[in-house]
């Protein structure tokens, strides 16, 4: 089978991405390297230090591309409008127009194979240099927590998907299997983590992993994530249970780094929040101000105001935030028959006015019960929940299709179609249409 990547350009991917780290550990490295001084592979992998260097690069990739990640997902729902500069590829986002070969359409797709393939050379090499146990073993969970979120990504916005890291020879599987593969790989670095300590990781955490960054408590967080899902409740609520919510992981862009979503709708002008953010609110949600200021100016479909939270270049992007855990194990009890349970957590949501983490805050009175003692009912106030403490974090559009029955509001367009690039590029694609 043919490679999309082969082993020689695996090799200076890697390598540019060793280059480029310790200078942009936060902001990504353009993985299109096709420098002939390249060292080969062996050169690259053999190499403890250049290992390394490689697991910092590879989360500058992720928190490079963190905007082309929640873009669609935010254009195609309630969230984001588009302003007078936006791109045609992303206006047709937000009208459900779009064309396949837009970049809108290929870019999670392209960005998300990238860390994929990063991902399987450090998961390759870190075990063959020598690293130590702490080393080694955060390494290799490192990468299988990149890989399993780059590719959860795409199942929120595809129907289709290759499953491994060769999209090129590979024919696309339904996104069900994917997030199996998602959850396999989130299992595995949880088993990885569980066989060193705290004292052991230190040296991991120190040399590779950014400041930002809880490995354990963001490994069981994506858990949780995929396996609600993926309708498997008890072991969601198991995997958020484990979950320190005085314990943020977020993707930082200190100078010279900037944040891309803060750049996207305030350095290249193209999108903002919509006006229903604030005009949608139950009174007293005090989190449409965290998001967003009231000030902008007229977009499409309407006024698109300025973000607030990414305000600042450097302004750090959550890779997750703690009450997703509430609503995740509210919405698993739920499913579960747990009424009790669910409705505790929800108005533990809505009435926090306090937190040590940098974190939306709803400050709203408790729910009575007997407006929260049916299934339908507690479905429904997560949903509005997650809409304003999980805002534009790439949910919105996979929480629309799993609780449809508990809204009118329709995203603009089921999933994006599969990518005319890669419909060309790989012969066993179907050109899939989504």
């Avoid at 508990?406 to 249409?433: D, H, I, K, V």
Wanted: overall charge negative; glycine content about 6%; some cysteine.
């Amino acid at each position: 089978m043919q490679h999309w990547l082969s082993r020689q350009a695996g090799a200076r991917l890697l390598r540019g991405c060793v280059l480029l780290a310790a200078a942009l550990a936060t902001t990504g490295c353009e993985l299109d390297l096709t420098d002939p001084n390249a060292p080969r592979e062996e050169e690259v992998l053999n190499s403890p230090e250049l290992v390394l260097t490689a697991a910092v690069g590879i989360q500058a990739q992720l928190a490079d591309a963190i905007h082309i990640f929640v873009r669609a997902p935010a254009l195609v729902t309630d969230e984001w409008g588009v302003r007078q500069r936006a791109l045609e590829s992303d206006r047709s986002l937000v009208t459900g127009t779009v064309d396949p070969a837009f970049g809108s359409v290929s870019d999670p797709f392209d960005r998300a194979y990238r860390i994929t393939r990063t991902a399987d050379l450090l998961i390759e090499a870190a075990p063959q240099v020598g690293l130590g146990p702490g080393l080694q073993t955060g390494t290799v969970a490192l990468s299988k927590l990149l890989k399993a979120m780059a590719l959860g990504y795409l199942t929120l916005q595809y129907r289709e998907m290759p499953l491994d890291d060769d999209p090129a020879g590979a024919a696309p599987v339904p996104r069900d299997q994917v997030r199996d593969e998602v959850l396999a790989l989130l299992e595995s670095a949880r088993t990885d983590l569980a066989g060193v300590t705290d004292a052991q990781l230190s040296d991991f955490n120190t040399r590779v992993l950014s400041s930002g960054l809880n490995l354990r408590n963001t490994v069981d967080a994506m858990l949780a994530r995929y396996y609600l899902l993926d309708g498997q409740y008890q072991n969601a609520i198991d995997a958020a249970q484990r979950v320190n919510p005085g314990v943020l992981s977020q993707l930082l862009y200190p100078n010279p780094g900037i944040n891309p979503v803060q750049n996207y709708g305030f350095g290249l002008d193209y999108v903002g929040s919509r006006r229903v953010l604030f005009t949608e609110a139950q009174a007293g949600d005090a989190r449409p101000a965290y998001w967003s200021t009231r000030t902008g100016v007229a977009g499409l479909p309407d006024s698109v105001f300025n973000f607030n939270r990414y305000g600042g270049r450097n302004d750090a992007f959550p890779v997750y935030l703690p009450d997703e855990m509430r609503l995740i194990r509210a919405e698993a009890h739920t499913r579960l028959g747990q009424l009790d349970q669910a409705r505790t957590l929800v108005n533990a949501v809505r009435t926090q006015c306090s937190s040590t983490v940098a974190e939306p805050l709803a400050c709203m009175t408790a729910l009575p019960a007997q407006s929260l003692d049916t299934e339908a009912e507690l479905l429904t106030e997560i949903l509005y929940q997650r809409r304003y403490e999980l805002y534009a974090q790439g949910l919105r559009w996979e929480d629309l299709r799993r609780l449809s029955t508990y809204t009118t509001r329709r995203p603009t367009m089921e999933f994006l179609p599969y990518p005319t690039a890669e419909c060309q590029r790989n012969q066993n694609s179907g050109c899939f249409t989504g």
